[in-house]
């Protein structure tokens, strides 16, 4: 059940990543339920109501573009974030590498290295290949102790999209409260 304090509560789920790695359209494929192959840079900030979530608190999701938007700006809506998906596409080595080489070092920049926001890993358009990225992205999760979960999806065929808005949900909702970290034992 759910704390008290958690009913005026409400999730804010920022998407970032590389241009192009389908941030656009997985938004609007869970909203429209259909695979759009024209979609603007930046969809608008959706709220979605309490009684259409699993979890029933509002939930607000919301975009990136560089292409529209300043560092500043992208700073901002890192901190105002309860949880960061840092979304790459599986066919896309540079979108991979960058998740460790710009994204992570970037949030930890600007919340600090022992920020609390939760990050989950996206491994968009998993229809165009045939296996999974799974592997090359989980040794990040011993690296950042703040990665919760590394998942894939498909825009284009309506593939785990919710399943993932959920999960981001939940991260937020039941943070895992580790009981202590080995290497930080003496
Ligand atoms: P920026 O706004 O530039 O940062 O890009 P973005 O991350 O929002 O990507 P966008 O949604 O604009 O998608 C980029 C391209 O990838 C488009 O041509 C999409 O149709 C395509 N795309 C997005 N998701 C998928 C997917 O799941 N599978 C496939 N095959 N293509 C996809
Ligand atoms: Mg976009």
């Known amino acids: 059940t759910l704390d008290m304090n958690q009913s005026d509560r409400n999730v ?67 901190r105002k974030a309860s949880v960061i998906c840092i979304v790459y596409s ?8 960058k998740i460790s080489s710009y994204w992570l070092p970037y949030i930890h920049q600007t919340l600090g290295e022992d920020h609390e926001t939760p990050v989950i890993l996206v491994g968009n358009k998993a229809d165009l290949v045939d296996y999974s990225s799974i592997d090359s992205v989980l040794p990040l999760m011993n690296q950042y102790k703040e990665i919760e979960i590394c998942v894939e999806c498909s825009a284009k065929k309506l593939d785990n999209l919710s399943e993932i808005f959920y999960y981001a949900q939940k991260t937020v909702l039941y943070p895992v409260t580790p009981i202590y970290y080995p290497e930080e034992r003496d």
Do not use: W
């Open 12 to 78: 804010r789920i920022l998407l970032v990543g590389e241009r192009g790695v389908g941030k656009t359209s997985m938004i609007y494929s869970l909203v429209f339920e259909e695979f759009y192959e024209q979609v603007p840079p930046k969809c608008e900030e959706i709220t979605i109501p309490p009684e259409v979530t699993p979890v029933h608190i509002p939930t607000e999701i919301v975009d990136y573009s560089a292409q529209e938007q300043t560092e500043k700006e992208l700073m901002e809506e890192m």
């Open 90 to 97: 599986v066919e896309n080595e540079i979108s991979i590498d």
